[in-house]
């Protein structure tokens, strides 16, 4: 088996004799878990950002999809609360305290692999029509879709996503399936043509009911207060890895900051499931974000390339 991590020379690809056996999420036993084959698995940002902090002992990614060894195909929930905490208790299944410790690409192995041990419990049967090869892209969209519902988007709203990354076209892309009005902001003209692809418009407005602030920056953050209407609402989808400012203008228009973490349910039904259904549903999403596929043994060319977005890369995809 062969697996991607990151060294003391960089972005690897291990072969099963240099990596130890996964080890299962904490309170789970190995026999308790199902071998996954994986057939796809996106490099996200947050990948670019956490190999920055050095060597890591697990196998990177956690945007994968791919097929039990029964044949059924899946994407996999990164995550697996742990519904004994308080959080998952009242329903914030995605603010599960132990969560983090069972996340995959960060604290366990994750589908940067030729196969990984996932909890059965982290799988989502994928609907007819979405192609597998396709559906790494359901993580990111479960972002997506569980910041919509956090801002309570509904048909007829204007919104503006700041961010044209494979979260902000995602977000682009749901709200327009609700029915709202969706412009972008992009830094990089491949993003615009992919935000238009997907339904974005590109002449900004006075003002929006709700801004999703999808880049991290300084500049996206100041654009999103300033262009939110008085009472609007801004959605903090990107991680924020060093810290930023917020001005006047939050609280001289009373307006929302909402901060948005992964997903969890939305009126009973989860939304890793609900995005999984919406990609089938937008098959011009898969063709828009995904830019680069790469087999498994070219991953340290596939790094390279996602982390140079002006090269025209948007969403990097790996498969054995």
Known sequence: MR???????????????????????GGTNETDLVRLRMRASGICGSDLHLIEWGPLPITLGHEFAGLLDDGTAVAVQPYTPCLTCDRCRA??????RTGLSRTHGISIDGGLADAVLVDPRA?????????????GLVEPLAVAVHALNLAGIEAGQRVLVVGGGTIGLCAVAAARARGAEADLVARHPHQIVAGERLGAG???APE????????????????AFELIRPGGTVVAMATYWSPLQVGLAMTSKEARFLAS??????GGVREFATAAEALAQLPELSGALITHRFGLDDAPEAFRVAADRASGAIKVQLSP
């Open 3 to 25: 697996a991607v991590r990151n060294t003391t020379e960089g972005i690897e690809v291990l072969t099963v004799a240099d990596v130890e056996p996964p080890t299962p999420p």
């Open 91 to 96: 329903g914030q299944e995605q603010l599960c």
């Open 123 to 135: 799988l989502v049967v994928l609907p007819e029509g979405l192609d597998v090869g396709d559906a």
């Open 202 to 204: 590109r002449t900004l």
């Open 208 to 223: 929006y009911d709700v801004v999703f602030e999808a880049a991290g920056s300084q500049g996206a953050l100041d654009q």
């Open 261 to 266: 973490m992964a997903y969890g349910c939305h």
